[in-house]
């Protein structure tokens, strides 16, 4: 399929392509990215499987002589090791061999698992993306970044595994709860001021319509998010530079996810306060003029997210924030690495002194 609505991402052998439509599951079967299997397993969970799996397990019937549906529970705190290993059982008990395929259909935390269960089970068989929320859409299913939580630290756990292909379907963003649409437009946002200022002044005239859901600002914030993160990712696959500033925002976020328990923030809640946090440091550091941080601010706010971080700790905020920051994957030797906004449109990683955090933190928490 040849279509303008598909983004291809440059692997090499491991190269796929990301498809943006609404309705997209008429066509989907007869793709030939699908691998060639025996049977195939979806992956869902308990909300997102009574609304969409019984079409999938239609459409994929015409290809796969055996298609189970697996539905694991719903939310962050159960993406860990009981739940990943429902996914192995399911596949031990269909007796799914090495020509499987196993399909994510969920938000990202379904997608997380999944694909890390794909990455492991026979040491790997091919998975497909099919992501039902905006985060997931424009992130969290692209780029092959799998795993699960630690409970000391959020996606501790997990392999870089690609996908065959990511399946957009914008139809499904209709169910989305109002909350989590916002949490997907923080992933949205941050592509902005780390690469693109154009998307970012698109996303200031725009958001009124992604709030709406009007289909066609979804497929162009789907499609540039794609985009951006398909030209990171090509780059450094497994992260060794680049693609860390796809992080903006997350060192502090992932220490509110951590700090209140999973769940209790949603992960993309978390990157707003944490974009806001991580764009008053670079600030601080006279990297971003004020006028960008109060622009960026604003945005998060009008998408209705956090611009504020959550206190963590009542006697010792900043030292709580330290402490879980520096499990961050981005650190060495125990020295948290920020992304920082190093003028508009350009992020770096760079350490900074505790002190200076330490302020962000004190000035940016509620
Ligand atoms: P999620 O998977 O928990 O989905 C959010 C909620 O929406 C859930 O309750 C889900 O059941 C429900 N839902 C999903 N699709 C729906 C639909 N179409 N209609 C109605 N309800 C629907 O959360 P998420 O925001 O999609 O993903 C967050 C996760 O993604 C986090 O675990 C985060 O760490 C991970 N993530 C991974 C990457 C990566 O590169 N792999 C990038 C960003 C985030
Ligand atoms: N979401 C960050 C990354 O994929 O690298």
């Known amino acids: ?41 979806i992956v869902t969970n308990r909300v997102v499987g009574p609304l969409y799996a019984e079409n999938w397990v239609r459409g994929l019937a015409k290809r796969y002589p055996k ?19 429902l996914i192995f059982d399911a596949l031990l008990q269909h007796g ?19 694909g890390f269960a794909a990455a492991c089970y026979m040491r790997g068989v091919p998975f497909v993306q099919v992501p039902t929320t905006l985060l997931s859409q424009v992130d969290s299913s692209v780029g092959g970044k799998t795993g699960i939580n630690h409970p000391l630290g959020k996606n501790m756990i997990g392999a870089f595994y690609q996908p065959r292909l990511v399946v957009c379907d914008l ?25 693109d200022m154009e998307f970012m002044a698109w996303l200031e005239a725009s958001m009124d319509a992604l709030l709406a859901r009007e289909h066609g600002a979804l497929a162009h914030a789907v499609r540039r998010s794609c985009e951006i993160k398909a030209w990171v990712v090509s780059q450094d696959e497994r992260e060794a530079g680049l693609r860390a500033i796809l992080n903006f925002g997350h060192t502090f976020g992932h220490a509110i996810e951590a700090g209140l328990g999973y769940g209790a923030w949603l992960h993309g809640e978390a990157v707003g306060a944490g974009m806001v946090m991580a764009a008053e440091l670079s600030q601080r550091l006279g990297m971003a003029d004020a006028a960008l941080v109060q622009r960026l601010r604003r945005l998060i706010a009008r998408a209705g997210l956090p611009v504020r971080g959550a206190v963590l700790d009542a006697r010792d905020n900043a030292g709580r924030y330290l402490e879980l920051m520096r499990v961050d994957k981005k650190a060495e030797a125990g020295e948290i690495r920020f992304v920082l906004i190093d003028g508009p449109g350009k992020a770096v990683l760079r350490p900074v002194a505790d002190a200076l955090v330490r302020e962000v933190i004190d000035a940016c928490c509620a």
């Open 1 to 41: 399929m040849n279509h303008p609505d598909t983004v291809s991402i440059d692997l090499g052998a491991r190269s796929y392509d990301i498809l943006v439509l609404p309705r997209m599951l008429e066509v989907v079967h007869s793709h030939p990215a699908l691998p060639e299997a025996s049977s195939a397993l």
């Open 67 to 85: 298609v189970h549906v697996l539905e694991l529970p719903d939310g962050e705190e159960h993406k860990n090791w009981q739940t990943l290993n």
């Open 96 to 114: 799914c061999d090495r020509k499987t395929v196993l399909f994510a259909l969920g938000g990202g935390v379904v997608g997380d698992m999944t």
């Open 171 to 195: 139809a499904t963003l209709d169910t989305l709860p109002q909350r989590e649409l916002s949490a997907g437009l923080a992933e949205v946002i941050k592509y902005g001021p780390i690469a």
